[in-house]
């Protein structure tokens, strides 16, 4: 439709043309002064018909240009619907799936609100107890501090200690061990005094000295450091050759060639190996065993071995006599069992006897009276018949 129309603008335009070059040169046969006056009338003609056939060939055109436009304009709106709808489900259906994953995002979010909460409680609970134990913790290494600031309970703590190494090796006072026995020729009294094999003893004390070495932990500068170690150092070797002087080793009391001094703390005793491994060597030179907590026990697991093998080899001789007693006995017993089996079997041959050839025996002069006792009273059966 389009096509036809801009078809008939153009044959307005051309006729127009010709009918203007046409009266053009009809206009130039004539004097000038009609061709004047006729070539503005014709002009005027011209434009009048190219104006009406213009006009109505733009308004035709314009017409289906509208018509045109409304029906692309129709088919563009249909087709926009279409893939509005379209596109409309496709947003409904994302949009429920949005809906379903900020639900459940929501649902999330109050259940880590809810685990925060419980896990904030149980944490405010762990805290709480933390605090707690730090306070019972400061509380007892107050105690600690204060107890280990006076020598006599110091020596209560190292005996404390000591006790529990003995209990756990397994010994037991009075029997393995004496506690604060005093040494029969010298009046000396150790804080323990171990029972060995054949009446030896082993002497030990647990008294050491602490007070420099809890300013050394306590110190700041690291000149003061340096001093409070020294200090005690020495008093480690001082206390070493105070032990060495008494008589705790003494062949009168039955002694061993050794005593024992027990450092109640395995960090003091590490501390004393790395700042001065001189003090170990020169307290065994003296005969003198540096012990601490794992070390003793060591030293009386040895202890507990030796005594119990020194019982057992003391009843050695009881058992093997015992044994031989026993290897006699069983000799005997094995004797009058087998003259048991041999009675038991001859009883069995006889029992065999009896129920076999005995019975049969007495069976046969039994089997005869029956026979002899029917044939009797056969003819008094035939007679009734």
């Excluded at 307005?12 to 009338?41: H, M, P, R, W």
């Excluded at 947003?91 to 809810?114: A, G, H, P, R, Y």
């Amino acid at each position: 439709m389009l096509t036809i129309d801009y078809i008939y603008l153009i044959a307005a335009f051309v006729i127009g043309g010709l009918i203007f070059s046409f009266g053009f040169a009809f206009i130039n046969k004539k004097s000038q002064k009609q061709k004047d006056t006729e070539s503005d009338y014709l002009l005027e003609k011209v434009k009048g018909a190219f104006s009406d056939l213009s006009m109505d060939a733009l308004s035709k055109s314009s017409e289906q240009l509208v018509k045109l436009a409304k029906a692309k304009l129709e088919t563009e709106r249909q087709v926009g619907s279409k893939e509005l709808e379209a596109k409309k489900g496709l947003i409904d259906q994302e949009l429920k799936t949005l809906n379903k994953q900020l639900e459940d995002v929501s649902k999330l979010v109050s259940d880590l609100e809810k685990d925060r909460v419980d896990k904030f409680g149980q944490l405010s609970k762990v805290l709480e107890g933390v605090s707690q134990q730090n306070k019972d913790l400061n509380a007892v290494t107050s105690d600690l501090k204060q107890a280990l600031s006076s020598t006599k309970d110091r020596g209560q703590w190292g005996e404390r200690m000591a006790e529990d190494v003995l209990r756990m090796a397994g010994l037991v006072e009075n029997i393995n061990y004496l506690k604060q026995k005093t040494l029969t020729n010298n009046n000396l009294r150790p804080d323990f005094t171990f029972l060995l094999p054949n009446e030896l003893k082993l002497n030990m004390d647990v008294k050491f000295p602490l007070n420099n070495y809890m300013k050394y932990i306590e110190a700041k500068a690291e000149t003061d450091k340096k001093m409070f170690c020294s200090k005690f150092l020495s008093d480690v070797k001082a206390r070493v050759k105070e032990v060495t002087s008494k008589d705790y080793i003494d062949p009168e009391e039955n002694t061993v060639d050794y005593a024992l001094l027990f450092i109640p703390n395995e960090q003091i005793y590490v501390f004393i190996n790395e700042m001065d491994r001189t003090i170990i060597d020169e307290a065994i030179k003296n005969r003198i065993i540096i012990c601490s907590p794992g070390t003793l026990f060591a030293v009386l697991a040895i202890i507990r071995q030796a005594v119990d093998s020194f019982a057992l080899e003391k009843t050695s001789n009881e058992i093997l006599t015992l044994l031989s007693v026993f290897k006699k006995q069983w000799l005997l017993f094995i004797a009058k069992f087998d003259k048991l089996g041999d009675k038991i079997q001859e009883a069995q041959s006889e029992y065999d006897a009896l129920t076999t050839t005995r019975v049969r025996q007495l069976e046969k002069p039994l089997n005869q009276i029956e026979t002899l006792r029917n044939q009797k009273q056969l003819p008094s059966k035939v007679k009734k018949k």
